[in-house]
């Protein structure tokens, strides 16, 4: 996984393609599920910046975006929410995938992905993803605070990892071709 920023990597014309992974996490799934997807991105060979939301993020130095929140009742994150609506000329501009993730995701029922897809509203207000994904995460009562622990308790949600890195890793290995990132003969 990388960080920090993209290397210069050449004219238009035959360059490495450039991709930032970009997420908002609360309790640390969606960072491990965007190291997942940065992971399988640089073994296509695209130089990959995977890094959190955040005021910092200029999102029109890379070709493709990908962007990913944790779901937090219903809803992205609110970094997530305004680097989408802060950024969103130059991401308008470019290939754009999303991800979301939530215990709400674990079961892959119609109900749980017409919910993942409504928690996207906000987000299709500024852009139009070319693709969305929708993952379960982990629900660790150790990291969570006592309202948010209290709030699974009384929704009867247990702790544990629902994450699943083959679904992941397969999503992420379809985003070269998907953003465009592959180019002709490579």
Do not use: H, N
């Amino acid at each position: 996984m990388s960080g920090g920023g993209i290397a210069a990597a050449g004219g238009k014309k035959g360059r490495i393609r450039s991709v930032l992974v970009c997420y908002a996490s609360r309790y640390g799934s969606t960072r491990e599920i965007a190291g997942w997807i940065a992971d399988e991105l640089q073994g296509a060979g695209v130089i990959t910046d995977c890094l959190p939301a955040g005021k910092e993020i200029r999102p029109g130095a890379y070709d493709a975006a990908v962007i990913g929140s944790a779901l937090y009742m219903g809803k992205w994150l609110a970094e997530a929410r305004e680097l989408v609506s802060r950024e969103r000329v130059p991401l308008g501009r470019m290939p754009v995938a999303v991800f979301s993730v939530g215990y709400s995701l674990k079961e892959r029922t119609r109900a749980s992905l017409q919910a993942g897809e409504a928690a996207l509203s906000d987000i299709r207000l500024y852009i139009s993803p070319l693709d969305a994904a929708f993952f379960p995460g982990k629900v660790d009562l150790e990291r969570m605070g006592p309202a948010d622990r209290a709030i699974l308790s009384l929704a009867g949600i247990p702790g544990g990892d629902f994450c699943d890195a083959d679904l992941v890793r397969a999503w992420a290995r379809t985003l070269p071709s998907l953003l465009g990132l592959i180019q002709g003969g490579e």
